[in-house]
DNA sequence: CATTTATATAATAATATAGTTATATAACAG
DNA sequence: CTGTTATATAACTATATTATTATATAAATG
């Protein structure tokens, strides 16, 4: 059962979806990833700890580097939660289209 | 440009993804929305709030009433996002796909 | 008009979040 | 072994979030 508080709340945070989106690309060091920000990387180390916890990044050990990348599963959970509502959109959309079309008929 | 921020805020809180589990389901006053949680109608009406704020709810006047219902285009724009991930997991994926193809041929 | 119903807002308290600096740890380089 | 590099953790501060109770407002009802 995955966690979509965590999840959403992780991908509440604009500094959080530029981690992803630079993982997007590939691979990286918590050091390449502090580059890009005017943050410190006890900041960016606990916004990785926060990524990692809402299962939507690994970490790799290598040597003293800890290569993140992001994991397969999460975005598939979070999906399937907002399919939920997509279908309840569509149904309501369906049901307009289905009201215009009465209106056409009754003319 | 869509507030991503207070979307995927929003949606961080079981009892706001709740309300829209419900409102999949149809239109509701607030104190519809009430009635099911442990929670004050004060608490409701900030959680709506949130959700109107963040896009994913839109409110009607009827008498002393406010039902709520889906909004249409928030989910779709936290899809679009959302794409970028899948994009970039299938990627690995298929370069996975291609390692493992790889693999097989060298035998 | 007085009362009730539906909702919103304000004041407040408890907790969570996000950042900082300082420090710890563990691998690596010489 | 010593110094450096990569990362994590702790202590602390500022701000945001979520809930509560009390109260305001506006429509509906008798």
Redesign the interface.
Known sequence: MPN??AA??A????TR?AI??R???GEATVMELVEPFELTQPAISRHLKVLESAGLIIRRVEGTKRPC??A?TA?AE??Q??S??????NA??DRLDQVLADMKTEK
């Open positions: 979509l508080d959403f709340s991908l509440a945070c604009p979806r992803l989106a993982l997007a690309l990348r992001l397969p975005v979070i999906d939660w907002l939920m509502l997509r279908q309840a959109l309501n959309y």
